[in-house]
T-cell receptor, first 114, second 115 residues
Framework: EPEVTQTPSHQVTQMGQEVILRCVPI?????FYWYRQILGQKVEFLVS????????KSEIFDDQFSVERPDGSNFTLKIRSTKLEDSAMYFC????????????FGDGTRLSIL | AQKVTQAQTEISVVEKEDVTLDCVYE???????LFWYKQPPSGELVFLIR??????QNEISGRYSWNFQKSTSSFNFTITASQVVDSAVYFC????????????FGKGTKLSVIP
């Protein structure tokens, strides 16, 4: 069964450094998403991406965050200058079509900011 | 605004018992979608079911069943004859609003099935 793949599984970064989280969505999916889950808390929406542009973003997704689809397969989340509070599990998801169809999630990248 | 409430933070049951996980949602939209996801200890999010607001039929899949009641804005999830492998955090999620793409998750219910 096709899967969403995320790398790395764990990223440790010094505060203030830039970090890029990578995702390979399911190949025939057209909509891509990033969510985060701070330890022990609920999953929160960050951003959705379709047709090479952001279609929706939350208040969490401020100027420190950006997303990109640099080629036909990868989807990346960049945090420009990490803060301690960025420590969380980051999930990438994809879906065939707009929101009503299930979003399939990757295994997540655990980001630890020191 | 959309909101999902999972009032049960943690539940423990003995293997083979039935267990129901509650989910109450809030939305002003008439068209919306409800989901359940499972997060096992390994951390990934596994899609379980999707239900749209126009389909109130209950659904059964093996030992899993879902009860959707618009009158009470609830979408409850029952596991029959629970097994240790069912131990996980279960999240209920809502997607609503024309052109919206974001899932709104509840805080999750941690289910522990004791052998």
């Amino acid at each position: 069964e096709p899967e969403v793949t995320q790398t790395p599984s764990h990223q440790v970064t010094q505060m203030g450094q830039e970090v890029i989280l990578r995702c390979v969505p399911i190949s025939n999916h057209l909509y891509f998403y990033w969510y985060r889950q701070i330890l022990g808390q609920k999953v929160e929406f960050l951003v959705s991406f379709y047709n090479n542009e952001i279609s929706e973003k939350s208040e969490i997704f401020d100027d420190q965050f950006s997303v990109e689809r640099p080629d036909g397969s990868n989807f990346t989340l960049k945090i420009r200058s990490t803060k301690l509070e960025d420590s969380a599990m980051y999930f990438c998801a994809s879906s065939v079509a707009a929101g009503s169809l299930p979003q399939h999630f990757g295994d997540g990248t655990r980001l630890s900011i020191l | 605004a959309q909101k999902v409430t999972q009032a049960q933070t943690e539940i423990s049951v003995v293997e083979k018992e039935d267990v129901t996980l509650d989910c109450v949602y809030e939305t002003r939209d008439t068209t919306y979608y409800l989901f359940w996801y499972k997060q096992p200890p390994s951390g990934e999010l596994v899609f379980l079911i999707r239900r749209n607001s126009f389909d109130e039929q209950n659904e059964i899949s093996g030992r899993y069943s879902w009860n959707f009641q618009k009158s009470t804005s609830s979408f409850n999830f029952t596991i029959t004859a629970s097994q240790v492998v069912d131990s996980a955090v279960y999240f209920c999620a809502l997607l609503s609003g024309a052109g919206s793409y974001q899932l709104t998750f509840g805080k999750g219910t941690k289910l522990s099935v004791i052998p």
